[in-house]
């Protein structure tokens, strides 16, 4: 069984930082992607930034220049430095990993999720 535990949410003001850390937690796995999804109040579950086998990061649109996906593989721990936030950023972030288990099988797995809050 894999663990994703995510920390780092909170309470900002307008135009400050934050950094969202997810460390994986298990055995007989490996990480093949990990990356963060946030889902607003009366909104969809949205992509914010996932890595790929590619080497590259896929960011959405309205965080490109102001978020920054990086990974730290001795610690299975993906982290979203956060910068310039807006109050349309409020959401909660989950982090979501893809892992190739011991016997060579794809599992997806999500965090709890991690509330962040945007607002003077």
């Known amino acids: 069984q894999v663990q994703l535990v995510e920390s780092g949410g909170g309470l900002v003001q307008p135009g400050g930082s934050l950094t969202l850390s997810c460390a994986a937690s298990?055995?007989?796995?490996?990480?093949?992607?990990m990356g963060w999804y946030r889902q607003a109040p009366g909104k969809q579950r949205e992509l914010v930034a996932r890595?790929?086998?590619?080497?590259?990061?896929n960011y959405a649109d309205t965080v490109k220049g102001r978020f920054t996906l990086s990974r730290d593989n001795a610690k299975n721990t993906v982290y979203l430095q956060m910068n310039s936030l807006k109050p349309e950023d409020t959401a909660v972030y989950y982090c979501y990993a893809v892992v190739r288990t011991n016997l060579g099988y794809r599992d997806n797995y999500w965090g709890q999720g991690t509330q962040v809050t945007v607002s003077s």
């Open positions: 890595d790929n086998s590619a080497g590259t990061t």
């Open positions: 298990g055995s007989g796995f490996s990480i093949y992607t």
